[in-house]
């Protein structure tokens, strides 16, 4: 048997530095892991999304329609997006988070109003996670994947596994201390 977890987002929110963290740290303990990352526009503010399954023996990191045990959206929009992915019992974690695609910054349509409400009629499972008001309250709007990486990381019960390490491995020294506390904050959610 395998996790599989979908983690979806825009480009320079974090997802891809999170799922990296992710797939160390389950590694670290013995799981056989399997990710896939799709980019897209990444660098233009476009969707990126990340698949990682991860259990005994994993042959595939491939999601379709209907298999995350978890999705993670980094963005209340993409949540909406990837919806159809999550399993009829699965749980949504999703940041309280809105990014304007391009179509909604010319005007030419309005970002969707009421998208966490259409979310938590639709899924038995959410948990709505304020990781920018959290972060602004730690003085890093950047540490917001962080603090969603605790959030997946309680979801998932997986705190035996020293996640401080592996965050002090895949940053800087200097914002080291911002993001030990995001994670914490994280886990508290």
Known sequence: ??????????????????????????????Y?????????????GGSVTTQIKFGEEVYSPAINKGEADLLVAFEKLEAARYIDHLKKRGTLIVNDEEIYPLSVLTGSVQYPEGILDKMVDKVENVKIIEARRISEELGEPRCQNIVILGAIVKELGLEDIDWIELIKENLPERVHEVNIKAFERGLSQ
Do not use: C, F, P, Y
């Open 32 to 44: 056989d892991v399997k990710m896939s990352e799709i980019h897209g526009m990444s660098q233009r």
């Open 1 to 30: 048997m395998s996790n599989s977890l979908l983690l979806v987002g825009v480009g320079g929110q974090g997802t891809i530095l999170v799922s990296k963290i992710l797939s160390q740290g389950l590694v670290k303990a013995q």
